[in-house]
């Protein structure tokens, strides 16, 4: 599980005292154990992925990129994130700002909630929503009374991403909010500030960074979210496909080139994703560096 | 602007952090807030400021009951401990701040906020630093600039936390003395708090000193550091010895002998001798007086401290001494406190 790397940020100590640097063979034992893994696991899994994408050449890649299908499951997949990454922006924001900034009963058990969808299986969360919203869930009566479909259909999967992606805004932002405390804004509101000149000039430059960062990782989720999704889509191609779902579906069906055409697109996000994290990393390491002591 | 505090008191959690608090504070008057940590002075500063709410009592800004309103309405600059300055805002932007978040008519266009600014910055001896950001400040700087962001909404009442807790002691010294000239400039009602007695007693027209919630005494440094109506305010501004001591008879005795001072309206029993260490009088003989042994001595600066034990429970005091006064180990001294109070025994 990608867990937030909240401690990034501390003072890296150059040099170090000769009495914890292991000796040279323990080293390089350590660095070459680290690579082999690396590449092993990360690095010829993704060349494979490029490579089986183009092996019939560039052609069959772009043309199985615009198959119909494909492009609707890419359509889909942009706009669940379109949808569930702002939603969890404000979500995150809520949930740090009331953690991080006072009291209140109940906060240990709200901070608890949050950590929950990372340490359940994604297919219980989807789950859970096929007992909620499903034929014979909960609210399904009076859903169908309704004509409001959830289950295999958009609303679902936005639905089953948002639960799935909550924590990573909230988790980036809440030990950002409690080590700046409330100092800010309070001198905001003592200058004569209202809330939400507060909230905008204040709170939410002095975490933006941390912000991004958790949008970033946030929106790498929810396209690549595959197992929470999968329960509640229904596999509806063209309709409730998203990228991930629609790999495997091309790829049951040996459909090599176009299952890792796709694939190829989700790694190239990761690899966007990676990028833009390793930026925002030393962007964010400056301002916290400069801002030290204050 | 006059600020009254009227039987406050302020718990959290059910904790009282002040018990009934009652402090006039005259218009233009310079009082600092002196005590210990945990003595609740800066718990009154935040209340005055709008940033508590009172449990009991009120507190008024002139005749208005300011105690409903919030920290926005009731228009107090306020220097925090840590300055809190906005650290991704520019130093002109941090002084600019209060006025660019008014509304309608009162905020003024931006070309006058940033006039303002520069003014307050030449107030504070900062010009030329307006581009720089906070993190490129030294403390000392931060703290004047945390000032002329306070002062730029032309607060009724000017607040300051801990003002010169965080700098070290050849920039407060020179902080100090640049905040009274400022006070003496633009004449706000000021409040500081700090637990630096030196300060407090230098820099402040009264001095109010708490203790555990309450107000032990308000007073000019002159009034508290000779006339200190407590045994805490006594023990914890300056230095001072304690005697137990017996009145009897309007006098003064130690053990079976009086000592020489009078004490016409104190209630006969036990009571304690309070006295500062530099403010006795040596004796050659002794009939009336405290005598004691050498029991130590160390030089501090331009004196000489000796420990004394008297009479037969061989309890200790301390006195100062001139250097040059020939008392060695195990000599004896005579000596009589010339400002003394004296207190019920505990």
């Known amino acids: 599980m990608a867990d937030p790397e909240i401690k990034s940020y501390e003072p890296h100590h150059e040099s ?15 660095m070459a154990v680290a690579f082999a893994f690396l590449v092993i696991f990360v690095l010829l899994p993704l060349i494979i992925v490029f490579h089986e994408a183009l092996a019939k050449g560039l052609g069959a890649y772009t043309e199985s990129l615009s198959n119909p299908d494909t492009r609707s499951a890419i359509r889909l997949t942009l706009l669940v994130a379109a949808i569930a990454v702002p939603l969890n922006v404000v979500f995150g924001i809520s949930a740090a700002w009331a953690i991080a900034k006072f009291e209140f009963k109940g906060k240990a058990f709200l901070t608890t909630l949050i950590d929950l969808p ?3 299986s994604p297919v219980i969360s989807g789950l859970v929503y096929v007992l909620l919203f499903g034929a ?57 500030a209202n809330g939400w000149q ?62 890792f055409a796709v694939a190829s697109l989700l790694a190239g996000l990761a690899l966007v994703t990676l990028v833009l994290k390793t930026l925002l990393e030393m962007r964010y390491g400056a301002e916290i560096a400069a801002t030290r002591g204050h | 602007m006059e600020v009254r505090v009227a039987n406050v008191r302020k718990e959290f959690d059910r904790f009282p952090a002040l018990h009934d608090v009652s402090l006039d504070i005259k218009s233009g008057e310079l009082i ?101 950001y906070p993190a490129q400040l030294s403390g000392g ?43 003496d400039r633009t004449g706000h009602t000021t409040v500081f708090v700090t637990h630096d007695q030196e300060e407090a007693l230098e820099l402040a027209d009264r001095v109010v000193v708490m203790s555990q919630g309450r107000i032990e005494q308000v007073g000019s440094a002159d009034e508290i550091y000779d006339t200190p109506n407590s045994p805490f305010v006594y023990s914890f501004i300056g230095e001072s010895s304690t005697l137990p001591v017996k009145v009897e008879d309007g006098q003064v005795w130690i053990a079976d002998r009086p000592i020489g001072l009078s004490a016409p309206h104190a209630p006969s029993g036990e009571a304690v001798l309070y006295f500062r260490p530099h403010d006795v009088e040596l004796l050659d003989g002794c009939s009336g007086c405290i005598a004691g042994t050498v029991a130590a001595s160390r030089r501090v600066a ?16 301390e006195i100062e001494l001139p250097v040059d006064h020939p008392a060695a180990q195990k000599s004896r001294v005579a000596f009589r406190p010339r400002r003394w109070k004296l207190f019920p025994a505990a």
């Open chain 2, 141 to 183: 700087q931060r703290q004047r600039v945390a000032l002329a962001r306070a002062m730029a909404i032309e607060p009724k009442v000017l607040l300051l936390d801990e003002p010169f807790g965080a700098l070290d002691a050849q920039v407060r010294r020179e902080l100090r003395r640049w905040l009274r000239e400022i006070h």
């Open chain 1, 198 to 259: 507060t909230f905008w000039y204040v709170t939410l430059p002095n975490v933006k960074w941390g912000l991004l960062y958790g949008v970033l990782l946030c929106n790498a989720r929810s396209m690549g979210e595959f197992g929470a999704v999968s329960v509640v889509s229904g596999h509806i191609r063209g309709l409730t496909n998203t990228m991930p779902l629609h790999v495997e579906i091309l790829y049951n069906e040996y459909n090599a080139v176009g299952a």
């Open chain 2, 32 to 132: 600092a807030l002196l005590g210990p940590s945990g003595s609740g002075k800066t718990t009154l500063l935040r209340l005055i400021a709008g940033l508590e709410r009172p449990t009991r009592g009120k507190i008024f800004f002139g005749d208005d009951d300011a105690s409903q309103k919030s920290i926005q309405e009731r228009n107090v600059g306020f220097v925090f401990q840590h300055y809190a300055l906005f650290r991704h805002m520019t130093v002109a932007d941090n002084i600019g701040f209060g006025l660019k978040v008014r509304h309608g008519p009162s905020r003024p266009p931006a070309a006058e906020i940033r006039r303002r600014a520069s003014e307050l910055l030449d107030l504070v001896q900062l010009s030329g630093l307006e581009k720089r």
């Open chain 1, 16 to 30: 170090q005292s000769a009495a914890v640097t292991e000796s040279l063979p323990v080293r390089l034992l350590l």
């Open chain 1, 136 to 192: 014979q869930g909960l609210l399904g009566e009076w859903l169908k009374a309704h004509g409001i479909q959830i289950l295999f259909a958009v609303p679902g999967i936005v639905l089953a991403t948002v639960f799935v992606t909550f924590p990573f805004v909230a988790r980036e932002l809440i030990p950002l909010m409690q080590e700046q405390g409330n100092g800010d804004e309070e001198a905001a509101l003592s200058l004569g």
């Open chain 1, 118 to 120: 990372f340490s359940v």
């Open chain 2, 302 to 317: 331009g004196t000489r401290r000796v420990e004394l034990e008297i009479g037969g429970e061989r309890q200790r005091v």
